[in-house]
DNA sequence: GTCTATAGACCGATAGAC
DNA sequence: GTCTATCGGTCTATAGAC
C-alpha cells in the first residue's frame, strides 16, 4: 500500500532514520483506519453504544493497540470530530468565493446533510460529562470549531447586512439552526420513509430551513 | 388526592372488594409517581444514562418493586412517551377550534418547545433497537402517537389547502418537522447562551420554522 | 539476543434482571 | 440482595523485525 523505503537498501548507516519514518507512515495510516472506523461507528450506533471492542474488531486490531494510540473512549471520538471538522475546513475553503453569502450557507447546510445521509456524521451524546471534559480539553477541537464558526459566522453577517438573512435573529441562533442540520432526526425519518432520493430529501430540508413551512 | 371508599366502614363483608380498590388506588398512584420520575429523568439525560436505580431512588422504592409495575427499562420509557403523548392529546383538545389551522400549527410547536424547555420532554435515542422493539410493540404507544399524528395531520393539510404553508411539502414532512421541535438542541444551545428568556427563545424558534432563516 | 507490538485473557465496576 | 452480562481499561506471554 505504501512504498517501503528501506526495502533493499545495503547501506546500514542510512536505514536508521528511514526505518523510523517507515514505521512513523505505519501508525499514522492505522491511526487514519482507526479514526475513520470510529466515525463510522459513531455515525451508526452513536457514542453510548459504541463499544471499543467494536471498533479494534472494525478495524482489526487488538483493543491493547487501540490504547497505544488514544488513552480513552473519549478521545477517539474526540479525534473523529477533528476530523470532520478538518473535513468541513477543506470543504469551506474549496467552495467559490463569489457567490452571495446566503448560498454559501446553503451549500455548508447541504454538506452537511449529504455527509448525515451518507451515515458519516458521527453523534455525539450532550449530555454525556466525561465527554464534555475531554473535548473542551482537546486544542485541536476547540482550534477546528472555532475556525470552522468563525467562516460561517462570518457569511451569516453579511447575509443578514445584504437582506438575505433575518437580521432580527441572533447570529448565533442562525449558527446553531445551521449546526442543528447535522443531526436533524428528519432527514433519516424522511430517508426510512423511502419515498424520496437522497438529494430530494436535502432540497426539502434546505427549503424549511431557510423558507421555513410557510408559503 | 382520591377519595378512600374502604374507609370507616363497619361492614366486613364489603370490605374485602372496596380493600382491593383501595390497593389498587396505591398501585396506580405508585405507579404514577414512577412514571413521572421516569419522564423527568428520560428528560434529564436521556434513556441510556438513566438507570433504573436512580428511577427507584427517585420514587423512593426499592428497584424490585419497580419490576413489579414494569418489567424492563424499555417498557418504563414507554410508558413515559405514553404519559407525554396523553398530555399532548389534551393539550390538542383543549386549543381553541375557531382559528386558522397554521396557528393550531404553531401552538403545538410552541407547547412541544415549552415542555423541552420546562425539563419534561423525554429523550430517547434513535438508535436503540430493543428500545424501539419494546415501543414498537406497545399498543398504547402505538395508538396515542397515530392519534396526535393525525390530529395534527389534519391541521397540515387545512393548512396546506388555505395556502398558508407551502403546498409543495410532503405533509409527512411538516409532521416530522414540528415533531422534531421537541428535541431540537437549539433550544439548549441558546438556553446556556443566558442571552435570552425561555419565551423569546421559543419565539425565535417558531420563527425559523414557519418562516425560515430568510428575511 | 533484544526490543517492540500484538493478541487475547483478564479485572473491576456497573447496570439490568429477578 | 444476588446473579450475570457487558464494557472500559490493563496485563502478560509471544511472535516477529532487526
Redesign the interface.
Known amino acids: 500500500m505504501t512504498s517501503n523505503l528501506s526495502s533493499h537498501n545495503g547501506a546500514g548507516v542510512v536505514t536508521v532514520p528511514v526505518k523510523v519514518s517507515f514505521k512513523a507512515q505505519m501508525l499514522q495510516a492505522r491511526e487514519d483506519a482507526i479514526v475513520e472506523a470510529v466515525n463510522r461507528l459513531l455515525a ?3 457514542f ?2 459504541m463499544t471499543v471492542d467494536q471498533v479494534a474488531a472494525e478495524v482489526g486490531i487488538a483493543k491493547a493497540s487501540l490504547y497505544k494510540h488514544f488513552p480513552s473512549k473519549e478521545d477517539l471520538a474526540a479525534a473523529a470530530m477533528v476530523r470532520v471538522l478538518a473535513r468541513a475546513k477543506t470543504m469551506l475553503a474549496s467552495l467559490p468565493a463569489n457567490v452571495p453569502p ?1 448560498d454559501q ?1 446553503k451549500a455548508v447546510v447541504r454538506w452537511m446533510m449529504r455527509l448525515q445521509l451518507a451515515g458519516e456524521m458521527p453523534s455525539l ?4 460529562s466525561s465527554l464534555r471534559a475531554t473535548l473542551m480539553a482537546n486544542r485541536a477541537y476547540l482550534d477546528g470549531l472555532l475556525q470552522v464558526s468563525d467562516h460561517i459566522g462570518g457569511w451569516i453577517e453579511a447575509a443578514q447586512a445584504d ?5 432580527a ?2 447570529p ?3 449558527l ?2 445551521v449546526y ?1 442540520r447535522a ?4 432527514l ?3 430517508q426510512s ?1 423511502g ?2 432520493s437522497d438529494e430530494e430529501i436535502v432540497e ?1 430540508v434546505v ?9
Open positions: 451508526e450506533k452513536g453510548d453504544l446566503i450557507l451524546p450532550s449530555q454525556n437582506g438575505s438573512l433575518n437580521p435573529l441572533p448565533i441562533l442562525v446553531y439552526t442543528s443531526c436533524d432526526p428528519v433519516e425519518f424522511m420513509t419515498q424520496h426539502f427549503t424549511t430551513c431557510f423558507d421555513g413551512l410557510r408559503k
